[in-house]
DNA sequence: AGGTTGTTTTGACTCTGTCAAAAGAGGGGG
DNA sequence: CCCCCTCTTTTGACAGAGTCAAAACAACCT
């Protein structure tokens, strides 16, 4: 096991114990990258992880994603037309706005308050679970850089 | 060309040429299966025009789909974890309501009636374009068949 | 420390969709 | 009415994202 200092916010070890999972170096080296950059892909995350951990597999990634995700202690976002991105912000019903040129995501807290925060005129005999918000625009790096897309969407 | 009668609704024809786009037998017949059946996959869209045309290709399909979408006939969503869907509804701002179980998606009108429907509580800085609402639940089928996925769904 | 069980590696495979070149068809001009 | 230019369709290879499965390995309970 390797230690790790980037465990200032969150505390990766207590997360996996009280959700009864194993804690391994790929585990905590993945939570620690989520808590540095939220809303990272696989290859965002296994770029950041390679650092501490430099024979990590990409299916290790996905497999502890997947895990963390079952175990509610990270979320899965696909916003359309992107692959899957990883946070660690959950519980709170919160929703995203998405850049349509260069794919950065930002939160946005839950539009009126509670979850699920919104109710559709008509549920056409769905029982409900949630509402999903996704907002769509141009962020403010893609405003300027009217020719190229910004770097940090990558 | 072949003549179609499942016309009734929607007239393809005039679509077509409204959009400035040829009008050929795969995109008659992609419009009507649409009109047909909304939210269909690329799938589903060539069984349907199989029906009347064998030998439409799987890439006709989506060169008409990605067609019809560029020239705003069509709609394309994507739920997250399933792959594309399209729909003839375009330009008035419907959500849709998604099966967790079998992944069957019904419309839902907009939540408050103008687009864009809903306004994020803090922007991060976007210039803000659009509001998806996607809601999550179970359909009136997978809650009597607890045990398989509805039929309608595939 | 030892053994059981859960993780990680490795590599093949599936699914969805795109790219590109050649063959074919729509439709405006003559 | 026919021709020809251009847009569509076919065909087949390819790319991106993710899953499946078996063998090697490590966590952790006793």
Known sequence: MVSMETTATVEP?????????RVTDSRIAVIAALADHPHSGVDAVLTAVSMHL?????QAV???LNDLTEAGIARRIEPA??????????????????CQRCG??????????HAPCLTPSTTSGFDLTEAEVTFWGICSACKVTQAEPAASAL
């Open 62 to 64: 996905h497999n502890v």
């Open 13 to 21: 070890i207590a997360l996996l114990r009280g959700a009864g999972l």
């Open 104 to 113: 950065a995501v930002a939160d946005v807290d839950c539009v009126t308050g």
């Open 81 to 98: 037309g992107q692959p899957g991105l990883f946070e660690l912000r959950v519980g709170d019903n919160h929703h995203h706005i998405v």
């Open 54 to 58: 430099p024979h990590t597999s990409r």
